[in-house]
């Protein structure tokens, strides 16, 4: 299968492009330099915001998939930059669309659901979502409406709070490691906050099962399909670094969120890295840096 890839110098890209090598591949990116083709892999400098840089690529490689992953400016969740995505995003769609591209996966986020509790399904309604999300919902709606008219298969993957080797360092994981190994205090606000924690290989592993799925199309959760406070995260994180818990006899807690994968998992897939032993592999890569 040939497919085109947006964002796929960043975070869960990373980790996605080096287990679809039975596939051919074209990757969008700002800049080539210091980024080696191969023979399945090959990269096209270009700009989202302007579909005119990638649109002679695109219609010499002929898609028959794009993976659409590209969010640019995170974590810059203002407005403009949200604007910019949503343009973008839909500019890429109709691209896709002139070129004959039957089939995109598109990543969404977890926080379409805003302030929805306890186990999300992908048919539950949100709740006071926020401008990021409200945006993620509308380039879902817009790009669902044209693959519609356009018979071509739209995935949807609602990715939840995912972690791993490469993540930002202010995200918890990173923020946890950095205070506990330098001997700083940990400042958490809400240790009682109950989030789905998914290993980003499990991730990369479920877009791949995804695209190679013949005729399927919707919203489908990418998560663990467990809750797990923000307390037991920290304590993994000492585990891992052979450091007694840094919390003892919490309560339980419902504060929080987390996917139903019942979808997904009717589609054959399943997580595999378990919370303890992906913040171990994520704190070994910490390590070798």
Request: charged share 15%.
């Amino acid at each position: 299968m040939k497919i085109f890839i947006t964002g796929g110098s960043g975070f869960i890209g990373k980790h996605l492009i080096p287990i679809l090598g039975q596939h051919e591949l074209l990757c969008l990116t700002r800049s080539v330099k210091d980024l080696k083709s191969g023979n399945k892999v090959q990269y096209v400098s270009g700009d989202l915001s302007n579909p005119k840089s990638y649109l002679p690529a695109l219609e010499e490689f002929k898609p028959d998939c794009c993976i659409h992953l590209a969010w640019y400016g995170l974590p810059d969740y203002s407005l403009e930059n949200n604007k910019i995505n949503l343009i973008s995003g839909i500019n890429l769609v109709e691209s896709l669309k002139k070129v004959g591209c039957k089939k995109i996966f598109a990543v969404g986020s977890c926080w379409e659901y805003g302030n929805a509790k306890n186990s999300l399904s992908e048919s539950d309604s949100p709740i006071a979502p926020g401008v990021f999300a409200a945006f993620k919902t509308s380039l879902h709606m817009i790009s669902n409406s044209i693959c519609h008219e356009n018979s071509i298969n739209l995935t949807w993957g609602r990715v939840f709070f995912v972690y791993g080797p490469g993540q930002r360092q202010n995200s918890l994981i990173p923020s946890c490691y950095n205070s506990l190994k330098n001997g700083v205090e940990l400042k958490i606000n809400n240790p009682l906050a109950v989030n789905d924690f998914i290993y980003v290989s499990d991730v990369a592993d479920a877009i791949r099962h995804l695209i190679e799925l013949d005729n399927i199309s919707g919203a489908y959760n990418i998560g663990s399909g467990q809750g797990k406070a923000v307390w037991e995260v920290v304590n993994c994180v000492a585990s891992a670094l052979n450091l007694p818990p840094i919390y003892e006899n919490m309560p339980s807690s419902n504060e929080g969120n987390w996917a139903n994968i019942n979808s997904i998992s009717e589609c054959g897939w399943m997580p595999e890295v378990s919370l303890e032993a992906g913040i171990f592999n994520t704190v070994k890569a910490f390590e070798a840096i």
